[in-house]
């Protein structure tokens, strides 16, 4: 163009130079032209430069808007009014996976399935044709991947100079995880709200000024009052409560102002119907995103049912324990009274013995030396039946007094290595001829392997089957009584069979029970105390074994004792020694006697003296005391001491000759035979313990002992 303006100028000047004539007119009028000329020329420029740089404006705001509406996080497009795209910016083509000459001149129906162009398109035409702006939810279907999303989009018209609507202007932002999140807290809230109606529990909340700002279902229902305390502070319900100790409010209150959590916080409240119910809750604070309280959480329940249960229990409780502080000082009372009655049985029983034994210690010590020195075969007879009259006394007498420690579970047992042959035949030896008298056969079957020694008590074991044989041979009256020993694994079992009357199965119920027989008329036919069986019976099971019957009537029994006995070897201890004749067992050993009975202080000297032993006597502790302090302790081997004495008793006596030669053996022979006695005969020092009658045999090996003799 400044070319042209160029080839102008050179003509019109061209043109002035032929007109001579007019050359001073034409040059004024020229350089005029050319004035305006050159002014337009310049006015020209200027427009062009200005409207290059509005050019670069635009293109550089063109090219900002492009990228700005590229990187906005939502769908922008534009549409004519036929719904054909105008612009996309890259997310909606990203979207599409489309350039954007692929959008330009196309519409929805090339993008979107049939129903979702069809929805859009209605949205379209009400923005095109209303000429406001739409704010809806369009949900839409991507034709090239099947993806459905949740979109909301804002529509806006837009107008020419005339206010001609020619286009729209739309943004869709996806909500898709919105609408997920929202539908997700909508199941929550529904959840909570089931759980909060279908649970006995209600759930509170208050602001951080501790005013209540919700309430659950439940509450009301069980009080009526969620609406009455709604919008009130924990402070001003407080207030008003008169029916729970201050201090235990102004603990609940303490925590929640300082913002610590609490648990199980019982207390009562007024309901609106008037009557009281027991309520325990527990709450925990809650903050807002900056840290500051925001008031506090929580779950209530109602305990009135279990309040009520615990005082129920309580006063249940109370009387209980009234009932067995009262059932207590009963049961004391009636403990003393068995205990004072058991005291005089033991009493009664000690006493008895005592007063039977020494009178009988005089009648068996004489029978026996009557049967020793007498030569008269009519005599003998005499004093051997006095002998078995007084063995048949002694033996209810031991029976009694062992039951009575069975009772109080005193009774001792031995665990000690024995020989069992020797046992089995002492014992067939002490009925042999008891069974020749009554003309039965005694039999003995040793079956099978059975060890010499074992580990047991010898003497309750000799005990329970002396019982068990002479019971056998009592009631047989022809026939015979077989004895059967065998071993089974570690159970030794003893069977003891007679053909004699037998037992109904009746009796057999009442076999073992102590004080009774198989029939009242065996008592008066065959004698006994009632105790025996019951005795061995009781001995057996504390020994770890037991015993069994089986019978029948006028055909005869079998009684069947097992016992636990450990086999073993024969004690080195025992090994055989040489033993003096019996009538010089205890010769040239001295022995002082403490015995205030004079019967008993001559039954003893003769078992003595007729031992070899030479013997002293004196009446009671005291002149025993007396005799070692003018002998001399050196000048006494033993002391055979009484315990019940006048002046001094036999544990008195026996506690001061400890003091005095501590290593001088004191036997007690005494008329008390129960266990206690014992123990306390050994408390007091003494060395050994020999009950009346003395048997001899008893008595000097005993003795032999305790001077180191055997």
Not at 190 to 209: G, K, L, V
Request: hydrophobic share 40%; proline share 3%.
């Amino acid at each position: 163009m400044d070319q042209i303006n160029v080839d102008i100028l050179s003509q019109i000047w061209m043109q002035f130079n032929n007109l001579q004539v007019l050359y001073p007119l034409a040059a004024i009028a020229g350089l005029i032209l050319f004035i305006l000329i050159t002014f337009l020329f310049i006015r020209q420029r200027a427009l062009l430069n200005r409207l290059r740089l509005k050019e670069k404006e635009l293109t550089e705001s063109e090219g900002n808007m492009r990228t700005i509406l590229d990187n906005v996080d939502a769908y922008m497009y534009l549409k004519d009014n036929k719904g054909h795209y105008l612009f996309a910016n890259r997310q909606l083509r990203k979207l599409w996976h489309a350039e954007i000459d692929e959008i330009i001149g196309f519409g929805d129906e090339k993008y979107f399935d049939a129903t979702t162009a069809e929805n859009i398109q209605k949205n379209d035409q009400r923005v095109l044709s209303d000429g406001l702006t739409l704010r809806t939810e369009e949900t839409n279907t991507v034709l090239e991947t099947g993806e459905t999303a949740t979109y909301l989009s804002v529509k806006i018209p837009l107008r020419d100079e005339n206010g001609t609507i020619y286009a729209l202007c739309g943004i869709s932002t996806d909500i898709s995880e919105l609408k997920k999140t929202q539908h997700q807290l909508e199941q929550e809230k529904q959840r909570f709200h089931d759980f909060s109606n279908s649970s006995a529990d209600w759930f509170w909340e208050t602001d951080a000024d501790l005013r209540f700002t919700y309430f659950s279902e439940q509450f009301e229902k069980h009080t009526g009052r969620a609406r009455d305390v709604l919008g009130m502070t924990r402070p001003e319900i407080m207030a008003k409560d008169k029916l729970n100790p201050p201090s235990l409010m102004a603990s609940n209150l303490s925590d929640m102002k300082n913002h610590r959590p609490y648990r199980d916080f019982e207390y009562r409240v007024p309901t609106k119907k008037g009557d009281i119910r027991w309520l325990s809750v527990s709450g925990v604070p809650y903050f807002n995103i900056d840290g500051s309280f925001a008031g506090y959480r929580g779950v209530g329940h109602d305990i009135n049912e279990r309040k009520q249960l615990e005082e129920e229990v309580k006063t249940h409780r109370d009387n209980l324990e009234k009932t067995v502080e009262l059932r207590t000082i009963e049961l004391a009372r009636a403990k003393e009274e068995a205990e004072a009655a058991n005291s005089a049985k033991s009493a009664f029983l000690a006493n008895m013995s005592h007063e039977i034994r020494t009178p009988l210690n005089a009648v068996l010590g004489m029978a026996n030396i009557g049967l020793r020195d007498s030569s008269d075969s009519h005599s003998q007879v005499a004093f051997n039946k006095i002998q078995e009259s007084g063995k048949h006394l002694l033996g209810v007498i031991n029976e009694i007094l062992d039951f009575s420690k069975i009772e109080a579970g005193k009774l001792a047992l031995e665990s000690l290595p024995f020989n069992l042959l020797s046992v089995i035949d002492n014992v067939i030896n002490m009925n042999y001829e008891r069974a020749q008298n009554r003309s039965l056969k005694l039999n003995v079957n040793l079956m099978g392997d059975l060890p010499a020694w074992v580990i047991g008590d010898p003497l309750r074991l000799q005990q329970i089957l002396l019982n068990l044989i002479s019971n056998a041979i009592k009631f047989t009256q022809k026939g015979e009584v077989t004895v059967s020993v065998s071993r089974e694994g570690e159970l030794t079992r003893f069977e003891i069979t007679d053909t004699g009357i037998g037992l109904s199965q009746d009796q057999l119920s009442r076999l073992y029970k102590p004080f009774q027989q198989a029939d009242s008329s065996t008592t008066r036919q065959f004698g006994g105390t009632g105790l025996g069986l019951a005795i061995s019976y009781n001995l057996a099971q504390i020994m770890g074994g037991d015993i069994t019957a089986q019978s029948e009537l006028y055909v005869g029994s079998t009684f069947l004792l097992s016992l636990p006995l450990v086999e073993t070897q024969r004690p080195s201890s025992l090994e055989p020694v040489i033993k003096e004749p019996a009538s010089s067992r205890l010769k040239g050993l001295r022995v002082l006697v403490a015995e205030d009975v004079e019967i008993n202080q001559l039954i003893i000297e003769d078992i003595l003296e007729q031992e070899g032993a030479v013997v002293t006597i004196v009446e009671n502790g005291q002149q025993a005391i007396e005799c070692l302090e003018e002998r001399g302790i050196n000048d006494i081997d033993i002391v055979l001491m009484d315990v019940q004495m006048p002046v001094m008793d036999g544990y008195e006596a026996t506690r001061r000759i400890v003091k005095m030669a501590p290593e001088l053996p004191v036997i007690g022979v005494t008329a008390h035979a129960l266990i206690d006695e014992r123990n306390k005969s050994l408390e007091a020092g003494m060395t050994g313990h020999i009950t009346k009658p003395v048997n001899p045999q008893e008595l000097i090996e005993t003795m032999l002992m305790n001077v180191n003799r055997i």
